[in-house]
């Protein structure tokens, strides 16, 4: 099990998360690997993630319910060095988990790769862009990259695939 440092606050970090530690932890991943929480199983995690990967690129599309004052408040928690908490339900997913999309964990560890490659090259091709977030509204690049670093540790702890720093 990997034990990465968490740091929100550091851009090389999240690069290095993205780019590499962040898949390389999820090789362990194996359908029947249970969650320490949620109801989630390891596909709909990986197909969750990717989706959130591909909102970040506008590749897919959600409407942010939040109203704007309450979401500038709610985007200090990108800046503020700790983790999603346990409990956190994205309010674009409160009525349940879309449809898996794959045929199995293997063909959704594919996309999700290539997803994190697309963002990646995003992030350099196109440094001003935004994208909505279902609970921030829009955001740039850098948000994106606080969000999907906060969002991948929050789910390699719930699959057992990250150790929580003491």
């Not at 993205?18 to 362990?28: E, I, K, M, T």
């Not at 349940?96 to 560890?109: I, S």
Request: with cysteine.
């Amino acid at each position: 099990m990997a034990t990465i440092r968490f740091d929100v606050n550091d851009p090389d970090l999240r690069e290095t998360f993205l780019g590499q530690l962040f898949l390389d932890a999820l090789v362990a991943l194996r359908d029947d690997t249970p969650p320490r929480w949620g109801r989630m199983t390891a596909q709909q995690m990986i197909e969750h993630l990717a989706w959130g990967f591909e909102l970040s690129t506008g590749r897919a599309e959600v409407e942010c319910p939040i109203p704007e004052a309450k979401r500038e408040r709610m985007k200090a928690f990108l800046y503020d060095n700790r983790p999603s908490p346990h409990d956190f339900v994205n309010p674009a997913l409160a009525g349940g988990l879309p449809p898996l999309r794959y045929a199995g964990l293997a063909e959704a560890k594919a996309a999700l790769r290539v997803e994190v490659d697309r963002f990646l090259d995003h992030v350099r091709a196109n440094p001003g862009a935004a994208h909505t977030h279902p609970v921030f509204g829009p955001i740039g690049v850098e948000e994106w990259s606080r969000t999907h670093f906060k969002h991948a540790h929050h789910h390699l702890l719930q699959f057992g695939l990250l150790d929580e720093e003491r």
